[in-house]
């Protein structure tokens, strides 16, 4: 048997890329418009939504199909405001019931240490091991032990409606009602970095370089290069909107409101609707909640979940941007090998680097699409699930930089 293996068509050198929306159509997935998704998570293989009312659902084939994973969570109705994987676990942020957590992908939920308990956590981020999270009315807190015990850290905050936090460099960004602060001592002290914002609730953050987005209530999107000195708007073809969440592709900036889904290629300087499919002229376009990215999906929640294959955006790249790429990557045989079902497939990167790990048949047809994003340096574990696929011989593909390699294995049933 003669195999042909075709050569990827994207390269970076770093490039950020456009793209092209034309014919993009979000499709809806297992969770139903009677639940309002707030929130998503990835670890492993898993993929969990938090809801507004039924508690934690969990997809293990990226976001096709998802079931309710509530045990040892408050009796119903479960209104799920956040969720952070750290330290191998899942951390879900409960209104009115504090801070769970489970150890075992979902199956089982317990009560996450002292602290935190019957407040309204809105939202959780991590730094270096650190877990904050933001309450309704409580300020910040803090766990320095992964979730065991809670303190708070709220001295500076000069508003104690926490409802957004991110990481930037090592230090926290807070969006409250009244705006932004900043803590540069991992929460011990924070400051207003609000010059610039309107005085409105910010609800969401996003990290791309030196640039921190702040998503806004009722003034769109503002970006920050200074930690917070100063803030501008980027608004330009960007209706007057409530902004709740963000998610980068490849360097583009997507961000989720109240009226659809929006896209800047540009660093928020100019905006494009991306929301075909999220609704109709009928019942309108469905607010988004939340947007995460999944084994080559992303995946939108709002008034039930949706989700669209990276595959089907037209990438272009527009501008080159001259950076510091990895010398070296080291990509190892997957295990189990050959599988039937699941198999993970483990890297490393000497440095941060853009990252592209897809998965072919023996014709070199992309089946799948695994990584497609800028990742740290260090160990990483990607799992692939091959049970839809035929039996035989498939190679992945690792590109990170400028740097490639390749794997081989072998499905069979």
Known sequence: ???????????????????????????????????????????GGYLFAGTHPDGVFRSMDNGATWTKVNTGLPASPVFVNALITSGGKVFAAIESYGIYVTTDNGAHWTTSGSGVANTSVRCLTENGGNIFAGTFDGGAYLSTNGGATWNSASNGLPDLYVLALAVSGGNVFAGTSLGASLSTDNGTT????????????????????????????????????????????VNTGLPKVGIYD?????GNLLAGSNNGMFLSTDGGAHWTEVDTGLGDTSTGIVGINAIIQSGGYLLAGGSGSFRRPISEFDLTPVKEIQTTLPASLSLAQNYPNPFASSTTISFSLSASAPVILRVYNALG???ATLVYDEMDAGQHNVTFHGENLQNGLYFYRLTAGKDSQNGLMTILH
Not at 197 to 218: C, H, R
Not at 246 to 250: I, L, M, N, Q, S
């Open 246 to 250: 963000f998610d980068t592709v490849g």
């Open 365 to 367: 047809e992309a089946v």
């Open 1 to 43: 048997m003669r195999i042909h293996f075709l050569p990827l068509l994207f390269a970076f050198s770093f490039s950020v890329f456009t793209v092209s929306v034309a014919h993009a159509q979000w499709l809806p997935t297992g969770i139903p418009a009677s639940d309002n998704v707030k929130c998503f998570a990835a670890i």
């Open 190 to 233: 924070w400051t207003d970095v609000d010059s610039g914002l309107p005085q409105s609730f910010v609800n969401a953050f996003a990290v791309i370089g030196n640039k921190v987005f702040a998503g806004t209530s009722d003034y769109g999107v503002f970006v920050t290069t200074n930690n917070g000195t100063s803030w501008d708007s």
